[in-house]
Every structure is written in C-alpha cells, then in structure tokens.
C-alpha cells in the first residue's frame, strides 16, 4: 500500500522547507527503523549522503513508497526536536483533509465533499435558497434557458423551480455533481454558511 495523496503532497510541499529546518540525524531515521518504516538498507543510504539537507532529502524520497503508516510515524519522529515543524505540517494536512474553510465558517468533511447530494439533500437546500438561486445554478453550469424552463414548468412554486434545477444539474454532471462543486457555487454566490446547516444531515 502506497501513501495517502494528501499525505504525499504535504511533503512535497514543504518539501525544501523540511530541508533548510531538520537535521536528519540518528533520531529521526533510527524511530522510523524502529517502526518498520524504513529498512536497514534505507537508513544507511540516507546516512550515506554528504550533508544533513541530502540526507533530508533522502528520506522525503523514501516515505511515499512506505505505506500509509509513514507520515504518521514522521510527524512522531519530529515532537521531541522540531515540534514547530510538526505543527507546520499538520495544519497543513488539517487544510486539505479535515474540512473546506473558503470564506469563514464553511467548514465540511472531507468524505462528505467528494460525496453525490442526495435528492434529499437537494429538497432541504432548495427549501433554504433564496433570489440567488438562479445565480448558484448558473454557476454550475445550467443555461439561463434552464432556469427558465425550471420556472415555466413551476410557476406557483419557487422551491419546486429551485429543486428542478439541482436536480438537473446532478443528473447531468453525474458523479462530479459533488457535495464540493455545489458549496463551491454556494460561495461564489456569496452566502452564508450557515445555509448548509442540516441540510447535508
């Protein structure tokens, strides 16, 4: 089993930073032997190298390809010595995994982002959705000959214009109709987030 993406671009990421702020001594290398992470032959290649900033290198080569457990055992191996560096990089991986924060106080998980809204999702945020609703559609990706035509078919009824809309939109986009592509549309329309409160329950 290979690393988490997210995981894997972190340290990409702070890749040179990790480089200039560590010193990749026995510490380090010597916890992540000690939990299976690296193998002998590792730690003596990384040891090998000729300054401390290529053997930090080194070992940001190696963790990708050493299972899902690596990260982790680094953020670990890095509390004693650099807990600076540690924090640095869990926020980093709180940013990306734990929630979406685009404009304050949007906050949703991760597993719910990449999910498909349910029709029963849809209903309750149509029920919430205000004149901007055309606006929230547009944005993603319906005509304006939509809309207009999810108005003709429900004159008497804007929750029921609303709800014809999302629905069209999922039914469309498919799986990429994602719980994320439909706050990223909440956003731009600039609403409040607390629109999505109960709605995704």
Not at 66 to 74: D, H, L, T, V, Y
Not at 135 to 156: F, I, K, T, W
Not at 177 to 184: F, I
């Amino acid at each position: 089993m290979t690393m988490d993406p997210d995981h894997k671009e972190i340290l990409r990421k702070h890749r040179l930073e990790l480089s200039s702020n560590i010193n990749t001594d026995d510490t380090i290398v010597q916890y992540l032997y000690q939990e299976d992470i690296l193998t002998l032959n590792h730690v003596e290649d990384i040891l090998a190298e000729t300054s401390s900033k290529k053997r930090t290198l080194k070992l940001l080569d190696l963790l990708p390809v050493r299972g899902p457990r690596a990260f982790e055992k680094f953020l670990v191996s890095l509390e004693a010595e650099y807990p600076w560096v540690r924090e640095r990089l869990q926020q980093g991986l709180d940013s990306r995994t734990g929630q979406v924060t685009a404009q304050d106080g949007w906050a949703v998980q991760e597993s719910v982002l990449d999910s498909v809204p349910s029709e029963r999702h849809l209903n309750r945020l149509a029920g919430r959705l205000g004149p901007e609703w055309e606006c929230v559609l547009l944005d993603l990706g319906l005509s304006a000959e939509d809309v207009y035509r999810c108005q003709a078919n429900h004159p008497l009824a804007v929750r029921s214009q609303v709800l014809a809309g999302l629905v069209q939109w999922k039914q469309r986009s498919g799986r990429a109709a994602t719980v994320r592509e439909l706050v990223r549309s909440l956003q731009a329309a600039e609403l409040h987030p607390s629109i999505l409160d109960q709605v995704l329950q």
